[in-house]
């Protein structure tokens, strides 16, 4: 990547581009999350105390958006309160950045978007909420989220509580596999799913330190072989719905989808909403948690990559 494309495409915030090219730790930050995935002003409050989670864990939180046809690596305090409250804001995954940079819209970044804007600019961890993936249904409809493709072609690391239980689970690690993606459950031998800590699928690995994270990454890297990799690190146990009882709101609320012909990308932002009324704002509680447990641990991450010497 070179400077000609960071200054055609990328503004870097002052602090974020400090931070790379003193070799800091950087963690990259979505922003659908702010725009589709929570009501405001939970939304902008959540932004801010992730990024605060990022700073006191040792790196520089890098919030990626498109603004008017500008990608952003690094908000400021003004756009995200904008993006906060904006309308007619694009969800974007790879197939959508090129058209809202091209045309000069405004979009919030999925983690497909994120991990190509972070790449660009140079960032190789990402903390996120859940992946995408497999949906149910998948043999008839053919929904697969493109956050899998993108595990599997673009190198930056994504911390995540596992994929939303909404969705196929056991296909999509299937997929991941099939994908030669590396999964590791982090402190875990199960996948968690989301608003749960178990899902009853086994991990592939299970490595139980950031250090140890940051050597299987090194050494993927030093083999040449492509892609990203994903870490699964469960909601803590004071914050998770048990899978038995999250399963209940789940199958209400793809019947009630179903029923009134949600379709698409509508379809997840559709049954988060449904699951935070049935469960009186509990999936949303559960989902601030989890982020934030998940940027605690991108942020170590980021921080240990920087170090030289290898764990041993």
Not at 8 to 31: H, I, M, N, T
Not at 115 to 144: K, P, R, Y
Not at 281 to 310: E, F, H
Request: hydrophobic content about 45%; glycine content about 10%; charged content about 20%.
């Amino acid at each position: 990547m070179g400077h000609d494309t960071v200054g055609r495409f990328l503004d870097v915030a002052p602090k974020v581009r400090s931070a790379l090219d003193e070799g800091r730790a950087v963690v990259a930050l979505e922003s659908t999350i702010i725009t589709h995935g929570m009501p405001h002003p939970q939304n902008v409050a959540t932004a801010r105390e992730v990024e605060a989670v990022v700073r006191d864990n040792g790196a520089v939180p890098a919030t990626i958006a498109v603004i008017a046809g500008r990608i952003k690596i690094g908000l400021t305090d003004e756009e995200l309160d904008w993006l906060g409250t904006a309308t007619g804001v694009m969800k974007l995954s790879r197939a959508d950045l090129p058209y809202a940079v091209a045309s000069k819209r405004h979009g919030a970044t999925t983690v497909a978007a994120t991990m190509i804007c972070a790449h660009l600019a140079g960032i190789g961890v990402f903390a996120t909420g859940g992946i995408g993936g497999v949906h149910q249904g998948v043999e008839n409809t053919m929904d697969i989220s493109a956050d899998l493709d993108e595990l599997a072609r673009t190198p930056v690391a994504v911390i995540c509580a596992g994929a939303k239980a909404i969705l196929d689970l056991p296909r999509t690690l299937e997929y991941l596999e099939t994908r030669g993606v590396p999964v590791v459950g982090y402190r875990t031998d199960e996948f968690p799913a989301f608003w749960s800590r178990a899902s009853g699928l086994p991990v592939p690995v299970r490595l139980d330190s950031p250090a140890a994270i940051a050597d299987l990454i090194r050494t993927k890297d030093a083999l040449n072989l492509t892609g990203g990799i994903l870490i699964a690190n469960p909601v803590p146990d004071i914050d998770e719905i048990p899978a038995p009882e999250m399963k209940g709101f789940i199958e209400r609320a793809i019947a009630e989808a179903a029923r009134r012909g949600v379709t698409g990308k509508a379809v997840t932002p559709f049954l988060l909403s449904f699951l935070f009324e049935s469960t009186g704002g509990r999936s949303l509680a559960t989902n601030i948690a989890l982020i934030k447990n998940n940027a605690a641990l991108a942020a170590r991450l980021a921080a240990s990559l920087k170090q030289d010497t290898p764990a041993g």
